[in-house]
């Protein structure tokens, strides 16, 4: 009788915690909000209607996969009612969210007096790479790779784009193709050189638009143009192949291919990806902050 009574009891807490802690993520509320975020250097928090379901919750079950075994990343929800006792309507009046907006994202970093917020305008703006996308755009000193990305390489990429020092990249260059030498497994290898053939691409984007900056009065070049115009020149023209380039394998991923190949060219994506989220383009970032 008494093992039954336990087994019960263990039933129901293990019921409890599927409730409360789904795929990795974490369901928080007006009470528990505090002091769980408290606990991680940095927090995604998904603000939705309660009991949400359809293509948006299961790509926000995706992105919860990735922080797994991720110790200082926490993906929770915030599931807010209507309707009832209004459950979590503070927290949302708190952070001045629209519930017509739902679902709404804020990305909270230690150390930051506000979160970064992220809602999109379609359906494909809540896909879980958009979303994961988002995370890893921002500062938050933890790594959240994509499938086909490679931590060292994808540190590489950021400092390759945010350097403005051709001789700099050039060197960014040199320490990934040695890297790209030591890499052991076919999948690996295959990921590192997509990301250093991307930096001689872009290298060589740099070198032209350098030779322009530089070329004489009367042979082409524009003498009018200050330094930070060429270099915001340079900046859009990285913008422009980065992005030419992603629409080309997107439009090669609807085509009949095998699931390796399908695969690769995902990983390919995921890595351009890791380029793009840190070029600026007439000053602005690609992903959007909205507080």
Same mark, same amino acid.
């Given at each position: 009788?008494?093992?039954?009574?336990?087994?019960?009891?263990?039933?129901?807490?293990?019921?409890?915690?599927?409730?409360?802690?789904?795929? +990795?993520?974490?369901?928080?509320?007006?009470?528990?909000?505090?002091?769980?975020?408290?606990?991680?250097?940095?927090?995604?928090?998904?603000?939705?209607?309660?009991?949400?379901?359809?293509?948006?919750? !299961?790509?926000?079950?995706?992105?919860?996969?990735?922080?797994?075994?991720?110790?200082?990343?926490?993906?929770?929800?915030?599931?807010?009612?209507?309707?009832?006792?209004?459950?979590?309507?503070?927290?949302?009046?708190?952070?001045?969210?629209?519930?017509?907006?739902?679902?709404?994202?804020?990305?909270?970093?230690?150390?930051?007096?506000?979160?970064?917020?992220?809602? #999109?305008?379609?359906?494909?703006?809540?896909?879980?790479?958009?979303?994961?996308?988002?995370?890893?755009?921002?500062?938050? +000193?933890?790594?959240?790779?994509?499938?086909?990305?490679?931590?060292?390489?994808?540190?590489? =990429?950021?400092?390759?784009?945010?350097?403005?020092?051709?001789?700099?990249?050039?060197?960014?260059?040199?320490?990934?193709?040695?890297?790209?030498?030591?890499?052991?497994?076919?999948?690996?290898?295959?990921?590192?050189?997509?990301?250093?053939?991307?930096?001689?691409?872009?290298?060589?984007? #740099?070198? =032209? =638009?350098?030779?322009?900056?530089?070329?004489?009065?009367?042979? +082409?070049?524009?003498? !009018?143009?200050?330094?930070?115009?060429?270099?915001?020149?340079?900046?859009?023209?990285?913008?422009?192949?980065?992005?030419?380039?992603?629409?080309?394998?997107?439009?090669?991923?609807?085509?009949?291919?095998?699931?390796?190949?399908? !695969?690769?060219?995902?990983?390919?994506?995921?890595?351009?990806?890791?380029?793009?989220?840190?070029?600026?383009?007439?000053? !602005?970032?690609?992903?959007?902050?909205?507080?």
């Amino acid at each position: 009788m008494m093992n039954r009574c336990l087994l019960a009891v263990g039933v129901v807490f293990i019921s409890i915690l599927q409730l409360v802690f789904g795929k +990795g993520q974490v369901s928080l509320d007006s009470h528990n909000f505090d002091k769980i975020l408290s606990k991680f250097h940095t927090t995604l928090v998904k603000f939705d209607a309660a009991f949400p379901f359809g293509p948006k919750h !299961e790509a926000f079950l995706v992105v919860a996969e990735t922080s797994k075994h991720k110790p200082d990343f926490l993906v929770a929800e915030v599931g807010v009612k209507d309707y009832g006792d209004r459950d979590n309507e503070d927290l949302v009046k708190r952070f001045k969210l629209d519930s017509k907006q739902f679902p709404v994202y804020l990305l909270f970093v230690q150390g930051n007096e506000k979160p970064y917020s992220y809602h #999109g305008s379609s359906d494909e703006d809540y896909s879980a790479d958009k979303i994961i996308s988002f995370v890893r755009s921002k500062d938050t +000193g933890i790594w959240i790779g994509a499938p086909g990305c490679l931590q060292d390489f994808d540190r590489l =990429a950021k400092q390759f784009i945010q350097s403005a020092c051709p001789h700099q990249r050039k060197g960014l260059l040199k320490s990934s193709e040695d890297l790209w030498d030591n890499v052991q497994t076919q999948s690996a290898r295959r990921s590192a050189e997509v990301y250093v053939k991307t930096m001689r691409k872009l290298l060589e984007l #740099g070198g =032209a =638009a350098a030779r322009s900056a530089t070329m004489p009065p009367g042979h +082409g070049g524009n003498e !009018e143009k200050s330094t930070n115009e060429n270099v915001k020149t340079d900046s859009n023209k990285e913008s422009e192949y980065l992005s030419r380039e992603k629409s080309r394998i997107t439009g090669l991923l609807r085509e009949k291919m095998s699931d390796q190949k399908k !695969e690769d060219l995902k990983a390919r994506l995921n890595i351009l990806d890791s380029f793009a989220l840190y070029v600026r383009k007439d000053g !602005e970032n690609s992903v959007r902050d909205e507080l």
